[in-house]
Every structure is written in C-alpha cells, then in structure tokens.
C-alpha cells in the first residue's frame, strides 16, 4: 500500500509522520487491495485564532473510495478519529464484499 501525507498550511515534524504512519498502519493489516492512501494534515482557522487540526483520509479500493475527515485539537486526536472512521468504512464494504 501506497501511503502518502500532506501537510496543509504547515510542515509536520517527523515525530508527527511516524504517528500517522503507525495509525494507518492499522488499515493495512485488513489485507485488501488498497492501491493507496492518502493523509491530509491541515490546520483550520477557527473562532478567537485558535487552529482546529483536521485530518481527512481517502483510501483507493478496488471499486470504491472511502473518505474520511475528523477535526480535534491535536493532529494525534484527528487522525485517530479519522482512521477508525475510516476502518468502519472499509470494514462495512469488506462484509458487502463477502456477500455479494
């Protein structure tokens, strides 16, 4: 699987790259045919100046697009929320797989 990041608006220190990839890590382990997967990091001017950290992620499957998009605090929260987000997807997908 392919796994790129973008930093939107500004640039990420390594510390926070190996936390995405350890968590997207966990998509991978579902063994399907994910052709890649991207992770978007932006920052997002909210109310009183204060920086909402967004995390979107979008993973090409065979057919199918999942999208995910959570907002926090810090970027760890963001993408935690974004990636079990983006399982349940990808989970509910795999059983219509099976099925069909």
Not at 26 to 38: F, G, V
Not at 44 to 73: C, W, Y
Request: aromatic share 4%; glycine share 4%; hydrophobic share 45%.
């Amino acid at each position: 699987m392919d796994v790129k990041i973008h930093t939107i608006h500004f640039d990420a220190d390594q510390q926070l790259l190996d936390f995405v990839n350890k968590k997207v890590g966990k998509i991978d382990k579902l063994d399907l045919k994910i052709t890649d997967l991207q992770v978007s990091l932006k920052l997002d001017a909210a109310i009183g100046g204060v920086h909402a950290k967004v995390a979107q992620i979008k993973a090409n499957l065979p057919g199918k697009t999942i999208f995910s998009e959570e907002e926090a605090f810090t970027f760890e929260d963001a993408v935690e929320a974004a990636v079990d987000n983006a399982l349940t997807q990808i989970k509910k997908h795999k059983e219509k797989q099976n099925i069909g």
